[in-house]
């Protein structure tokens, strides 16, 4: 029996954040200043044809599936990718802990810009709508900061894991990483997070707070065929 992980998009866009979703037919995917990622009930031409018709120009669908994704029709794939799915309550942060704020829309165009620098995944303009935010500040300056994005059924994902450069080593991570993991078990509900299987230094981080790897997924980035996003995409 599949696991509501297994299809984290789908099962967050049919659960707890169904009234965010566009839906065509068999597809669904988040408004695409919220998030990129979609997904579908399954891979048949039918709703390919579907996903095609909720993507506007130069925007991507990236799906998390558990097997590859192979597109029909007006659809290509832009970039094909792994990822580790793990979950867990990160430990809690020893030492001196660094003063937590919460984050909100006032902070936006600071929070875009930290995660345009370090590049943690997607975060578009309202990304930081999906769930609590927290940072920390150094100086007025936006330091570190980490939040919720995708919310499947009683499941909660960390997301924007970011340190500016200038404040690396000081374990500001770890201690975001613990106090938003335990915002979302308070609530009853079971932490989790997806990094890209190549980024072993992060593995590491998170293999060290105590998480665990629970499967890896296909990330498929998909494109309309015409658009030529592969070029467009960042290298």
């Not at 099962?11 to 169904?18: D, E, I, P, S």
């Not at 995917?29 to 998030?35: M, S």
Request: glycine fraction near 8%; hydrophobic fraction near 45%; aromatic fraction near 6%.
């Amino acid at each position: 029996m599949a696991h509501l992980l297994d299809r984290p998009i789908w099962t967050a866009l049919t659960t707890r954040q169904a009234p965010l979703a566009e839906i065509s037919g068999p597809a669904r995917r988040y408004p695409a200043d919220v998030a990129p990622f979609a997904d579908m009930a399954d891979f048949s031409p039918e709703s390919f044809a579907a996903l095609h018709a909720l993507m506007r120009a130069d925007e991507p669908a990236v799906l998390f599936t558990p097997e590859a994704v192979v597109p029909s029709g007006p659809l290509e794939i832009v970039m094909a990718a792994t990822g580790e799915q793990m979950v867990g309550l990160p430990s809690a942060f020893e030492g001196e802990v660094p003063d937590i704020a919460p984050l909100g829309e006032a902070d936006a165009p600071q929070m875009r810009a930290l995660a345009e620098l370090t590049r943690p995944g997607p975060f578009g303009p309202r990304t930081h709508t999906l769930g609590r935010f927290f940072g920390i500040r150094v100086d007025g300056r936006l330091a570190a900061m980490t939040g919720e994005r995708m919310t499947p059924a009683d499941c909660t994902e960390m997301t924007a894991v970011c340190v500016h450069p200038d404040f690396r080593g000081r374990r500001f991570a770890q201690a975001l990483l613990a106090h938003v993991s335990r915002q979302i078990a308070a609530r009853g509900e079971t932490p989790f997070l997806h990094v890209f299987s190549d980024n072993a230094s992060a593995i590491a981080l998170y293999k060290r707070q105590g998480m665990t790897i629970r499967r890896r997924l296909h990330v498929t980035v998909l494109g309309r065929v015409g658009d030529n996003l592969k070029e467009k995409m960042p290298h």
